[in-house]
């Protein structure tokens, strides 16, 4: 069974968000994602001070198994990318909610409308379930 965090939002692509300040949040791929690749080689992120928007592709994760899309849960600014995933990407599965974070991102707009967009824990569950 996977874990699903009670304090973050989720999406549909399966990619997590966690507010992290004001206006800034924290987003990775969730721990049914991470064992859904197998694996994780490598990661391909956004570059600090891309305008990425919500839905739309952001970069890469690949495995040994394939190679995925990832998906930007909110739209906003990059603030932050997690360096250690270029040496170590198996963070993402070792830890996907903690060292295997991978961006932070300032949200352009209000933070509670763009979360409100997102799935709650117990939505997420549902999903997931439904998709095992």
């Given at each position: 069974m996977s874990e699903v965090k009670q304090q973050l939002w989720?999406?549909?692509?399966?990619?997590?968000?966690?507010?992290?300040?004001?206006g800034t949040v924290r987003m990775g791929?969730?721990?049914?994602?991470?064992?859904?690749?197998?694996?994780?080689?490598?990661?391909e992120l956004p570059a600090e001070g891309a305008a990425i928007a919500q839905g739309a592709e952001?970069?890469?994760i690949e495995s040994v198994k394939t190679v995925s899309d990832l998906f930007a849960p909110v739209t906003g600014t990059v603030l932050r990318l997690n360096?250690?995933?270029?040496?170590?990407?198996?963070?993402?599965?070792?830890?996907?909610?903690?060292?295997?974070?991978m961006i932070e991102v300032e949200i352009g707009?209000?933070?509670?409308?763009a979360l409100g967009k997102l799935l709650t824990a117990d939505e997420y569950k549902k999903l997931t379930a439904d998709e095992s």
């Open positions: 989720y999406t549909e692509e399966h990619e997590w968000v966690e507010r992290t300040e004001a791929i969730t721990d049914f994602a991470q064992h859904q690749l197998g694996d994780i080689v490598f990661v952001i970069g890469t360096e250690a995933l270029e040496s170590t990407p198996e963070l993402v599965n070792e830890s996907p909610y903690e060292k295997g974070w707009s209000d933070v509670e409308e």
